[in-house]
């Protein structure tokens, strides 16, 4: 009997953890910028497909195709591309999750910006 308990809680912890790791940084996420132009609302999409992540960003510019996000438990980082009228500019996001909420920041070339986010679905 002993080590049917044992395994049932191990079950429970593994499926606990799978639990909490699904619902981490995948998911459809609002965010709140804060640029030299005003505060923008563009939204993150972050996708799971078994231990890849990838996923899209909606902003003022239109959607853009995140093809690989980095993601570490409740941390990720991805690069952006984004043309801009004075030429393309590289941007580093890096954040981390805690439940529904997301914060962290944006490197660019003139430093970083914080931004903020919640679950949207």
Same mark, same amino acid.
């Given at each position: 009997?002993?080590?049917?308990?044992?395994?049932?809680?191990?079950?429970?912890?593994?499926?606990?953890?799978?639990?909490?790791?699904?619902?981490?940084?995948?998911?459809?996420?609002? #965010?709140? $910028?804060?640029? !030299?132009? /005003?505060?923008?609302?563009?939204?993150?999409?972050?996708?799971?497909? =078994? +231990?890849?992540?990838?996923?899209?960003?909606?902003?003022?510019?239109?959607?853009?195709?995140?093809?690989?996000?980095?993601?570490?438990?409740?941390?990720?980082?991805?690069? #952006?591309? $984004?043309?801009? !009228?004075? /030429?393309?500019?590289?941007?580093?996001?890096?954040?981390?999750?805690? =439940? +529904?909420?997301?914060?962290?920041?944006?490197?660019?070339?003139?430093?970083?910006?914080?931004?903020?986010?919640?679950?949207?679905?």
């Amino acid at each position: 009997m002993g080590r049917c308990v044992v395994f049932v809680l191990m079950w429970m912890g593994v499926s606990i953890a799978a639990m909490a790791d699904s619902h981490g940084v995948v998911g459809t996420w609002t #965010l709140e $910028v804060d640029t !030299p132009r /005003g505060i923008q609302h563009p939204t993150l999409q972050i996708l799971a497909n =078994g +231990d890849e992540y990838h996923g899209s960003y909606t902003g003022q510019r239109g959607e853009l195709k995140i093809d690989a996000i980095n993601v570490d438990g409740l941390t990720f980082s991805f690069p #952006l591309k $984004v043309t801009l !009228p004075m /030429g393309e500019m590289d941007f580093m996001y890096e954040g981390q999750v805690d =439940g +529904d909420v997301m914060t962290g920041e944006i490197g660019n070339p003139g430093g970083t910006i914080p931004f903020s986010g919640v679950r949207a679905d």
